[in-house]
């Protein structure tokens, strides 16, 4: 089995993807510890699928569909119950600063 | 002559009108929504453990917009979760369609020729962000309303040659989503959203026999960018960022520079478009089939029900007004208001030989209504016509005595005054109670009085 290493420009495209924040101190043993995972996960690379159908879904359902019907919906205090921060009625997070920076 | 000539692609979203939204039973009713937060569950929250499950009629309201874009339907189709990171997806993916979607290859005609349709597929929308000050610091509020809410992207091929194609382009889909009545597709509310991808070609002056090949081959060579405009929420906006990209690329293009790849929103104050944060990373959605809703096999009996229950297209509306002999240009003026060419043909299944004056009337009046008004409106128009004293015959006498009996009037007629004959006109109205027509009359009287 060849060992996978992740190289440390990958790594931080995936961290990046995961929307992670992690200290330098954590990326080492992290990135140390994903290849490992991925060099386990590896050994399937080993199966001979050449005449094995590819599997969309693990059961064989189909066509599991719903009418267009109104059920009742959470109330407002509900919904926002497990919120960190709300207000008004909205939930609240850090600002996306995206729009007001380039305008 | 340009150098270059513009490469265009659309992408455009319309949210669909079902009751409920695409997974759960929450209403779907995000702009009617009095307050935020209202219309959320755990499925549309992404709570943990909840299960979505289509909705039937969104699936089938897809199928049915592919139907009206002459695109194949997929025999079979599944989800599958497009994973991104941004505050208004709660579950960390997009419940999309990446490699199956439900609709596919299809076209529709434009006077610039055939827009091929790459797809159309069924995805769910995201919950709206506000930007607003709290404490006095800068946060993004969330309302989940509208996360959910089904929505279908229609993608074409990279074959608009120009704004004014675009314009006339996305009226027609428009128009054809009116038809159907699966969406408001209001631009206003944002139930109809629009992106142009832009790049620039360069003419090359080629032989006609060339340029007949690459016709046929599709003009296999596109540019080697490509820019992503958002955020374009009016037809005129569209135009208005193609003709400012084609300006803006053109010159980067001349100063030897290939574009960037990126995406730019339409700034409507400053009247162009500007650079969105372009991402540090290439787009990498990690698409896989969600694993929560098996897969969708559609058969040709499913296709043919929808096929039965689907509202007839504009461009139907039109062959059946020519059938009926309404002129071309009038024709797409009615077809594009399917309300308007319903009540014209009814109209004039009545009574064909009144066609011009109904199509003129409904065309002037914008007139519309059930197929019993239809009939009213041509029982109108024949008894109007029938009180219309418009033959000479009947006229004739009349103007005849009116003549003898202003024999002043005549005289100052005869003598160069032009202003008499309104006089006369008058006189010959009041005899026939308003009901003979002015031209008739006035050319009765300028003849009889020689």
Redesign the interface.
Known sequence: MTKTDLTIKQFEHLIALSNLKLKNSEKESIRGMLSEAIEAVGVLDQLDTNNTLTLDHPTSLTNINREDEIKPSLTQNEALSNAKKTKGGYFVVEAIFEESNNA | MDKYEPVIGMEIHAELA???KMF????NDPFGAK????????VC?GLPGALP???????DWTIMLGLALNCKIAQKS?FDRK?????DLPKGYQISQYDEPLCFDGWIETTQGKVRITRVHLEEDTGK????K?AG????????NRSGVPLVEIVTEPDIASSVHAKEFLKKIHNIIKALGISTASMETGSMRLEANISLREIKQESSVNKAISKIENNPKLPDYKIEVKNLNSFNFVKKAIDYEQVRQSELLEKGKVPMQETRGW?EKANKT????SK??SE?Y?YF?D?D?????IDLAQIQKIRLAMPKTPDIYKQELLKIGVREDQAELLSKNTKMAVFTINAIKNEPKLKDMLVNKIIKEKLTGTASEALKLVEKIKSDKKSTVDSEDTLVPIVDKIIKQNKKAVADYLAGNENVVGFLVGQVMSKTKGKAKPSTVIGLIKKLVK
């Open positions: 079902t009751v409920s759960c039973g929450c209403k307050r935020p937060n209202i219309y959320t569950c755990p929250l499950v289509p909705n039937k009629k969104a699936i599944k994973h991104y990171f941004y505050p962000l506000k930007h607003a709290v610091k800068n946060k993004t509020l969330i309302d989940f700034d500007v650079a969105q944060r540090e990373t990498d990690r089939p694993p809703i098996p897969p969708l096999e």
